[in-house]
């Protein structure tokens, strides 16, 4: 990188929740997080949010040397010399370790399920798994006891290279190969506490950092490379191989990158870096002594920050010869070529701001606005003229004329003689665009959009359809036979040639709707805006947003010039170029449930399932999402309970990372997250956890069948009570009567008692039926239905007549319940003409239900098909016709079938209401009369069976 050029960064310190800005080792784990080493403590980060780890038994918080073994449990040491381990979330220290160690910072290396670890004094392996500690011995040649462990790795091929120094000799052995390289005091002075293996490219390094050399091992011996990297090791306390490819120095100027092909980069210049890392997003972590943290997201995207360059604002493209030229607070000018070099710098003596350049490519010359405007020749840089003019904002050439739009309006000056030719309109003007096609200038302002046609030197005003608004204008630029609008507040506007439009703003996922450039590449639109970037495909809409996560330095951008695989920027901290082949983060995020509360008690093994007791109040998840570093919290999070949400997600982010449930029904469920990174790519796994809530006890199974059972003794009890009652009031009124009328009385209710139990108890068997059969909701509705019905039934028993509307309701709620039992397949219908309808006729109570019970016990019930049962109530002349048909089987089939069971042939219920209505003929002036005529069809088959009851309506009871 040439003077004055490096790559962004972003600098994170303690005022951002770091423990300590003095950090000694960074580890990415396999799930994405990063692990932080700082002076106080061990940390780790998700890219928006440090988590401490502390543990008070420790004596010495400062840790470093982070790994992660195989079974994904971190290990690390403390500068105390003890090991530490992280398990179930929580930092742990290895005592067994304690009675092993000597002294000296231990090395720590995971190797198959076992951990490597050397000290000076012995080289140990350790297996977690049985705590099984074994001494290695390396050299069996040498005295033990003058064996002094520098270093030891353990390669990507899974062999164990070990460093040792006995008598000054120093050796590097291959455990696994049993190869030794051998480097005698003789041939190079190496120190013993300082040495360090590092492989890199299938080779191993041996760094020598109080000497300041570097050796390539290989072919049994070592060679000095030192002279090959002396301006890499200047300055350099540690090297380490990043991400497979690259070499690594780092010390108290940087760190220098180097790799393939001549690649190189020094980065934090002046900085003590202590660690680097890159994550698997492609971001590079850098660790340091004094500044804490620093990520770099693109090591392809360059600022300038020099104090010369700080200050740019506006830029121009010269297309002829790719070069870009740019202007700064101060007035000055500087020239760039392709490659963003510099090729010249063109002091001001004014100091005013520079609002605005442009190059005419026609007349070679660059035209730029401060106080004046000043027109340069082109490539010299002469001054051809200077003008005084107001504030001008935006400049193009059409013809021969030069179109400047002013604070003061529309103007034109002659690009030939420099003349001013007079202002088109006097409306404050803040940019403008022609359209050669028809002749047409669109003029923007911060009051609104105008179109000007120069051939009739009409201006029309631009409001958007359907409105009497007309948006503020920063940029215009044509594109095809439409043309793009950047405004202040409402985005980007697309207006295409049949003046149609299409706003792009926030909704639609612009950064801001506050747009500052715009500019094009074919078919990509690149938005300016004061709170980053974003780039639209004109042809798909597809809008990708530029911010940090990308590399963008700043969120403000002044201005942008795009060419061809860069794209030139300027905003407060400089003047940045960036790649314009932006790469999308395509690692998945992983979403991990770090605890689920319910009422503020933590749930045990929550992905297990989650059981509530009846009445929780309050059901909550927080999250956290690791391998998504780059999103610096913008992580996305949706969850839903599918069951009572559907399809509805709700969202939330890293910032917020917390879903919430307030008084969840009973029943079974399951909670559904999964999250998205900045660029929608969805996390691999999604998070499934069944919950159930149990329902409170008055709702489950056993309690429905205990409360059924106690329920139905206590109505046969209530009923033979109240039948008992009735009988003993009824024999009390029967000896006050004379004895006839007494004895029919006495007949009349003694049927009604027989019919009435004899109603509940085939009732409560149809009810009973269903609890044994599970069907807990059917025989909760039954329950209700019967108790209705027992009700009116009760009522009604203690009655000589009811009005016909109670009659039909209860014939209603019977019906209803004794379709149950023919599972759906009983058709029935009850029907009374509007005669009957306006009279309020009374009748005997209960005179229709046995005839109907009787069409459904012994018509119906054994009939194979469709089962039609039909109850109609008509008037005539001062009569009640009852009319009950059915299409069953026929009285003689019936009689057939219950001999066969050996039953009665005629049923209770119509025998005992023939005897009834015999009683009440006694003592009725007009008779009721009964009549059962049997259906058959053409084959002489009995299709069914009809009952008439005709119900004379005395005027004393029906007046």
Known sequence: MSLGQEVPSFNITEQDGLPSNTIYNLFQDNKGFLWIATENGLARYNGFQFYTYDNSSVRSRAVSGILEDDKQRLWLHNFFGEVLYLENDSLKKLTSWETHYTSGFPTISSYKNDLLITVPSHFYQYSPADQNWEILKVDLSQNTKSVHYNHHIVTSQNEIVVCYTSEETTYVKNLSTQETITIDKKDYVLSINVIRLIEYRNKILLFDYAFGKLFDLKSNKADDISEAYKSLLENTTQVSCINDTLLAFMGNDGIKLTGQHGYQKHLLPGKQVSSAVFDKEGGLWLGTLTE?????????????????????????????????????????????????????????????????????????????????????QLPTFNLLKTINITATKKILRFNNKYLLATSGGLTSINAETFLPEGYITNLRTSTIAYNKENNTLWIGSQKGISTYDLLTTKENSWIIPETNYSPGASDILLYNESVILGTYNNGVIIIDKSKKYKQISITEGLPSSHVTALDLIGNKLWIGTDNGIALLDLKTYKLLSIDASKGLASKEVYDLVAHKNRLYITHPQGLQILPTDIDLNLQKPFLLVQSVTSDNQNQVKPLKGIILKPGS????????????????????ILYRIKELENDRWNETSLRFPIANYLSLPSGKFTFEAYALNEDDVQSEKSVSIPIEVLSPFWRQMWFIVVSFIILTSII????????????????????????????????????????????????????????????????????????????????????????????????????????????????????????????????????????????????????????????????????????????????????????????????????????????????????????????????????GTSVIIQVPLDLEVNG
Do not use: C, W
């Open 716 to 943: 046969i009890l209530f009923v033979y009570l109240r039948m008992r009652s009735v009988n003993r009031r009824n024999r009390e009124k029967l000896e006050q009567q004379n004895q006839a009328q007494s004895l029919r009385i006495a007949q009349l209710t003694s049927i009604r008692a027989q019919m009435n139990p004899h109603f509940i108890f085939n009732t409560m068997s149809l009810i009973q039926g269903k609890v044994l059969n599970g069907l807990k909701e059917e025989a909760n509705d039954q329950i209700q239905y019967f108790s209705s019905l027992l009700r009116k039934v009760l009522d009604f028993s203690g009655k000589e007549t009811i009005l016909l509307n109670d009659e039909i309701e209860v014939l209603q709620k019977y019906l209803l319940i004794e379709k149950s039992r023919f599972d759906g397949e009983l058709d029935y219908s009850i029907t009374i003409n509007d005669t009957a309808k306006q009279e309020m006729i009374r009748i005997p109570s209960l005179l229709t239900q046995p005839f109907v019970e009787n069409a459904l016990r012994h018509g119906l019930m054994h009939k194979v098909g469709d089962k039609v049962l039909k109850i109609d109530f008509s008037l005539r002349d001062d009569t009640l016709i009852i009319t009950i048909k059915d299409n069953g089987i026929g009285r003689k089939a019936s009689g057939e079938f219950n001999k066969a069971r050996r039953k009665e042939h005629q049923s209770f219920a119509v025998e005992a209401n023939q005897k009834r209505i015999d009683l009440l003929n006694a003592s009725r002036q007009h008779h009721i009369s009964l009549e059962i005529l049997d259906h058959y069809n053409e084959h002489n088959i009995a299709s």
């Open 617 to 636: 109040q309050q059901l909550t998840f927080h999250f956290d999402v690791a391998n998504n570093l780059r999103s610096h919290g913008a992580t996305r």
């Open 292 to 376: 804490g943290l620093f990520y770099l997201s693109s090591l392809s995207s360059v600022i300038y920050k020099k104090e010369f360059y700080r200050d740019f604002n506006k830029l121009a493209f010269d297309p002829t010869t790719g070069n870009i030229f740019a202007g700064n607070l101060n007035g000055n000018i500087t020239q760039l070529n392709e490659q963003g070099e510099v090729i010249r710098q063109q002091a001001s003596d004014n100091k005013s701001t520079v609002q605005s350049l442009f190059v005419d490519t026609l007349a070679k010359r660059l035209l730029v606005f401060s106080d004046k405007l000043y027109i340069y």
